[in-house]
């Protein structure tokens, strides 16, 4: 069973597509809700995120997900120190998932995935693509916020030219292009494989 990675820098459009794979009835792991998942649920990971970040990474046993995003949002070496305890767990709940999986391709959506070494162990990936202004007007649309907090979180991510090089898909969701008609010509191709 195919393992196809999906991702994209943020607001590219990366749970839209992974949406119409659902449809068309292909298992979707999302990775980033299962990391939030996880930071509560996984008694191991939440010691870990407890010794890193201190008491305050809880609140009444509630991940304290402000506290934690005030920690590592202007500091690469904390969110280096996140990931390293986050990714492992993910992974081993990603396997998990992958084996009681039964389809001919499954798709894991994940926004780090080429930045983190994560594509290697997956056999092929899509990228999802659209200009930076768009995508910036997308996520104020979806989320509210500021601007400047957008372009420091697109900053943290490699540039679309950077992924490129480790992807063997691209679909363009520019909002001239059918993602629909490019999803549909990759399910094709992952079902023949
Ligand atoms: P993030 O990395 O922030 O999680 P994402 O890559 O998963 O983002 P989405 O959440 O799928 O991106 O899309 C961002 C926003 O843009 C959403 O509100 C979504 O509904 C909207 N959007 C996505 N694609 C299109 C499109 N082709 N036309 C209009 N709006 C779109």
Known sequence: MLKIGLTGGIGSGKTTVAKVFK???????????????????DVALRSALCSQFG???????????????SKVF??????????ALVHPAVEADFLAWYDIQISPYII????????????????????????????????????????????????????????EAHAQHIISNDGK??????VLKLHDFFKSQ
């Open 177 to 182: 292009s059918s993602v629909l008609e490019q």
């Open 23 to 41: 449809q068309l009835g292909i298992p979707v792991y999302a990775s980033d809700d299962r990391a939030k998942a996880l930071m509560t649920e």
């Open 108 to 163: 894991k959506e994940a926004a780090i995935l080429i930045e983190s070494g994560g594509h290697k162990r997956l056999d092929q990936i899509i990228l999802v693509q659209a200009p930076e202004e768009i995508r910036i007007s997308r996520v104020l649309k979806r989320d509210g916020g500021e601007q400047s907090h957008v372009l420091a979180r697109m900053k943290e991510q490699w540039s679309d030219t950077q992924k």
């Open 74 to 83: 202007y500091n690469k070496k904390a969110l280096e120190q996140l990931n």
């Open 55 to 69: 008491d305050k990474a809880f609140v009444d046993g509630i991940l304290n997900r402000a506290y934690i995003a």
